[in-house]
Structures are given as structure tokens and as C-alpha cells.
């Protein structure tokens, strides 16, 4: 028996194939154009669920199994807002988490003589402007999940903290270890009992049970690391190495639950947070210069994956398996979208392409644009 869903979502997508038609058949060109196999989809607009549909196969192969609205992702980096940013604002609202705290205050590991490293708080951490690099192969190294940890907290600074933006999972890693160690708790558990329980969403988690395997497209199949087709663990290999439950990937969820969480950041937080803490964690920084980045979240900027028309005010999040998910408060609209472009292989970037032409179709539809 599921738990029943707190977060209210009448369903209107009965018209969803004549409404969306044109949005539906970007997807499909782009799984022709072999972008990706197949895609979960789901759009909420004025607090009702205006679209659920799933796309094409688990894989090109003849046979592959068909997605269905109710097919489980790998959501890669949308993890970090699902469940580590939004874990973030709950702790936020409880005070055990500060924006301006040093991270050094929580990992002490992390002060290795470089005293740039005592002013990056958790602030610039969620906001990708610590100064530390986008991206470091540690599972080349570390063999297990403390081997790991200790490497991200050795990784040097290439930025001073503050100057620049600069994406970056190491950051995120490390974040995961300090709420981790603040709270006493797995960072999986953490996101369960504070943010997943309340909101009643019981198909979006880490560590995906054996019975969700079925309902889940293989990522890729991997002949450089693990010598597998990867389906029902973790893509990122960082990740993986920490034993599938990361801060900055390790999530899986089905689009409908990803969704269900958007609408309750669209209703201002309820019943995890207030609006003003939203609007706090959803806000474009104002430095470093240039920055996109809202603490966890990323705005839109020219040319935006969001596509032409999501107002200046919206936020989200891409995954590198394919994934994203867009909320707009302005038009009290959210698009998920989830696939596996990475499949066999991360090499087609024509996800790129198909992704906000999809949003501009689906908004086109709404007739939101104007």
C-alpha cells in the first residue's frame, strides 16, 4: 500500500496528446534521432497534473521494454535539488543549517593549510562559487566510500572563494558529508524521514529496492569502469563508489513524484517550508558576477535548456543521464522530464537541442508565452 500522496494533484491530462501534440512530437523526433530511447513526462500548470506520459523504450533494442508514465529514472544531478537542497531548506527552518557557516566548522578535514578554504561557507558550496573544480574522477582511487571523501577534501581550491561560479559535484559531496555528519544520520535517511515522508512520495528515494529494478532503464552500458550494463544503481561513478548515496546524484524517482515536489515549491514550501525560505533558495545570487546560480538551484540565461520563455523568476536543475526538471511561479508551471541520453554511451548531445525546444512547445500549448 502506497502512502497517500500530501501534496494534492487533481489529474487534467485526459486531452494531453491533442493539448501537447506538437511537445510530444519533439520528443519523438528526438528518440528517432536516437537523442535518447525514451522519456518520462510530467507537467504541472495551475496546481493540476496537465500532462503524464511516457515515450518510446528502455533501450533502441527491438523488444525493449516501452516507457510508461510510471517508469523510475536515474535522476543524476537533480538529486542535488530534490533531496540535498531541499533537505538543506528544511534544516534551514529547524536551525541546523546556516548559509553562512564556514565549511570547515562541520569538516575540519576540510582546512588542509590553504586558509582561502576557511571562507567558503555552505552558501557558496550550494551555490557553486567555493572556487573548487567542476569535476575530479576520484573513483579512479578511492576504492570505497571513506577513501572518497577523504580525496574530495583534499581537492585543491582552483578559485579563490567567492570570485567565480563554477559548477561543481566535489562541492556537493562534501556537502552531503556535513549534514550527514551534523545530523548523526545517512544522508538517504535524512531526505526520506524530511523531505520524501512528509510530502507522501513513495517512488523517489536512493537505492532503488529490487522491486522498482524492473520499472528502470538501464544508463549505460559501461566498458571503461564496471564492466556492466548499469541499471537500477547509480550512473555517477562518484556516487557509486560512496555506495550509491551521494548529495550530488544517487537519487531515482518516477516523473509524476519529481513532479509532485515541484508543486510544493510552487505552493510556497507547504508543508516542508515557508514561502520566504523558498524564495530564499530560489533566488539568483548576486555574486559572483555572471552567476546563474541560486543556492542548490540554477535560473534560466541565454540560451537557458529552459528554452525561450520561463520567466526571469524560475528556477531548476538538469542530470546528466538526461533529466530536468523547471518550475515557473510566474505561470505556476513545472516540466519534468526525465530520459537516458546516456544510453549505450554519453557520446549524442542532442539532448541539448531537444530539451528546450520541448519546453517552448509545452508553454506554447499552455498559451502562457504572453
Known sequence: MQPAAIISL?????????????????????????AFPGAAVAVTHR??????????????????PAVSPGTVYDLASVTKVVATTALCMVLYERGDFKLEQPLVELLPEFATGDERREQVTLRMVLAHSSGLP??????????????????????????????????????FIMLG??????????????????????????????????????????????????HRTIQGEVHDENAWVMGGVAAHAGCFGTARDVAMFAECMLRGGAPLVKPETVGMFTRREASPAGTSRAPGWDTPSQPSQS??????????????????????????????????????????????????????AVIEALKTDG
Not at 47 to 64: E, I, R
Not at 135 to 146: K, N
Not at 182 to 196: A, E, N
Not at 214 to 225: H, K, L, M
Open 10 to 34: 487533481p489529474e487534467a491530462h485526459e486531452a494531453q496528446d491533442a493539448q501537447f501534440e506538437r511537445a510530444f512530437a519533439v520528443l519523438r523526433q528526438g528518440i528517432e534521432q536516437k
Open 47 to 64: 496546481g493540476k497534473l496537465a500532462a503524464w506520459k511516457g515515450l518510446g523504450n528502455f533501450t533502441y533494442n527491438p523488444g525493449s
Open 134 to 171: 567542476a569535476y575530479v574522477r576520484l573513483f579512479e582511487t578511492a576504492r570505497d566510500r571513506d577513501a572518497l571523501i577523504a580525496q574530495a577534501l583534499a581537492v585543491p581550491l582552483e578559485a579563490g572563494p567567492g570570485s567565480r561560479a563554477e559548477y561543481s559535484d566535489i562541492g
Open 177 to 226: 558529508v556535513a549534514l550527514e555528519r551534523r545530523l548523526g544520520k545517512p544522508l538517504d535517511q535524512l531526505c526520506r524521514h524530511h523531505v520524501f515522508a512528509p510530502l507522501g512520495l513513495s517512488t523517489i528515494g536512493f537505492l532503488p529496492p529490487e522491486d522498482w529494478k524492473p520499472r528502470i532503464p538501464p544508463t549505460v552500458d559501461d566498458r571503461a569502469f564496471r
Open 307 to 360: 528554452g525561450r520563455y520561463f520567466s526571469s523568476r524560475s528556477y531548476g536543475h538538469l542530470g546528466y543521464t538526461g533529466t530536468s526538471l523547471w518550475i515557473d511561479p510566474e505561470r505556476h508551471l513545472s516540466v519534468t522530464l526525465l530520459t537516458n541520453r546516456t544510453w549505450p554511451d554519453c557520446g549524442s548531445k542532442l539532448i541539448q537541442q531537444v530539451r528546450p525546444a520541448f519546453h517552448d
